[in-house]
């Protein structure tokens, strides 16, 4: 597995390094030591999928606030998407910045999300599927998320959102401008 430290610190690109043979190949998706090398977390609670049948469907920008917060190894395991992260961080030099990645079933790139992270996702084809490891459980009263297009972020998504549920679209609006 190959590890890449973002411009925005903490979150990781994970590239696999599938071994090659007549009969197919082999592709480790997970190790411990190997984040542990990282100075990644390693324990996970919940691995979770989520199926959407669309393309264009967005789903995000979710996270959980403290003390249950929580660090997501995200992955698209049928299709593709456009997997978004945006840091929340109070305190972080690069707040309210974000990062899209283009995730597919056949590349097996994952993210790695450290808490004080918004998550979403954009479909880019139909019939996706997405894993996600995730370091807590799901705790609906934590549950919370911000409004995919915010004006503080501008996030480009590939598509105007073809479905998208009624909380994603009713997140408030950040009234704290962006960094000057
Ligand atoms: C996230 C989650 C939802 N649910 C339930 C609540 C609801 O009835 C149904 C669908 O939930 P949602 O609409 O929140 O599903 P979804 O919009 O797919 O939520 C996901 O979005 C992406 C962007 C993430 O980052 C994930 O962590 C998760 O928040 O599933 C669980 O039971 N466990 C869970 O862990």
Request: glycine share 6%; charged share 20%.
């Amino acid at each position: 597995m190959r590890f890449t430290e973002t411009e925005l610190k903490g979150v990781w690109l994970i590239e696999p390094t599938p071994v090659i043979d007549s009969r197919g190949s082999f592709t480790r998706l997970f190790c411990e030591r190997e984040m542990a090398d990282c100075g990644l977390a390693t324990r996970f609670v919940q691995h979770s999928r989520a199926r959407s049948i669309s393309r264009g469907t967005l789903r995000g920008l979710h996270y959980q606030e403290e003390p249950y917060t929580e660090v997501k190894l995200v992955s698209c395991v049928r299709g593709a998407i456009f997997d978004v992260v945006v840091d929340l961080r109070p305190n972080s030099p690069t707040r309210f910045d974000w990062l899209g990645f283009e995730l597919t079933a056949e590349t097996m790139k994952q993210v790695y999300i450290p808490a004080g992270f918004a998550h979403g996702l954009q479909t880019l084809t139909n019939d996706v599927e997405v894993s996600y490891l995730i370091s807590q459980f799901y705790t609906p009263h934590a549950s919370t998320g911000v409004r995919y297009n915010d004006p503080a972020f501008s996030i480009n998504w590939p598509f105007m959102p073809t479905a998208i549920s009624e909380r994603d679209l009713n997140w408030p609006l950040l009234r704290t401008p962006k960094k000057c």
